[in-house]
Antibody, heavy 125, light 108 residues
């Protein structure tokens, strides 16, 4: 069963750090680009960060650039999001999602076809 | 950055009716990289349409997508009770991966 399961959310004070994890199963994790997407309560979806299949390329939304870091461990089938200098506006549900895939040296862009259930991060003093 | 604008913000219809949702891009995008998602309260988004017009696995054929350039449409031919949700369009294929602000489809 293809699945993504996020963990690591919680309540954190402004300025502190938190690391989210996303455990993948049921597919060849190391062949796929992965993404983090967030959603504030009652609001729309906001793409946060992306990482290539091998971790060599990383991309960030301007709203988190310099504060968040995406990474992956293909040996553990796990995606991470290190969040530093957290602000009240970072209070959202964070989803991990599967993106494009790599096959025989070529990259095939994909919509986000698999999503985790989300983990809530609350930044509050 | 390409901005996606969805309209209307809220659409009130009855089961059995036809729904037409719009997504307009601030500049032309490849139809290969336009997707639609459905999201119900408390759930993660679900991929409906990719490549502007291809249905994802398991999506009923009452959902269809069309469009090119800057104007894209999601059509639900005959609304079922389970179709009332929020719908997002999405440009993928390169950073930044932007989403529209969403259209809420509610029961009239």
């Amino acid at each position: 069963q293809v699945q993504l399961v996020e963990s690591g959310g919680g309540v954190v004070q402004p300025g502190r750090s938190l690391r989210l994890s996303c455990a993948a199963s049921g597919f060849t994790f190391s062949s796929y680009a992965m993404h983090w997407v967030r959603q504030a309560p009652g609001k729309g979806l906001e793409w946060v960060a992306a990482i290539s299949y091998d971790g060599s390329n990383k991309y960030y939304a301007d709203s988190v650039k310099g504060r968040f870091a995406i990474s992956r461990d293909n040996s553990e089938n796990t995606l991470y999001l290190q969040m530093n200098s957290l602000r009240a506006e970072d209070t959202t549900v964070y989803y991990c999602a599967r993106g494009g895939y790599y096959d025989s040296g070529a990259y095939y862009s994909n919509a986000f076809d698999i999503w985790g259930q989300g983990t809530m991060v609350t930044v509050s003093s | 950055e390409i901005v996606l604008t969805q309209s209307p913000g809220t659409l009130s219809l009855s089961p059995g009716e036809r729904a037409t949702l719009s997504c307009r891009a601030s500049q032309s995008i490849s139809s290969s990289y336009l997707a639609w998602y459905q999201q119900k309260p408390g759930q993660a988004p679900r991929l409906l349409i990719y490549g502007a017009s291809s249905r994802a696995t398991g999506i009923p054929d009452r959902f269809s997508g069309s469009g090119s350039g800057t104007d894209f449409t999601l059509t639900i031919s005959r609304l079922e009770p389970e179709d009332f949700a929020v719908y997002y369009c999405h440009r993928y294929g390169g950073s930044p991966y932007t989403f529209g602000q969403g259209t809420k489809l509610e029961i009239k």
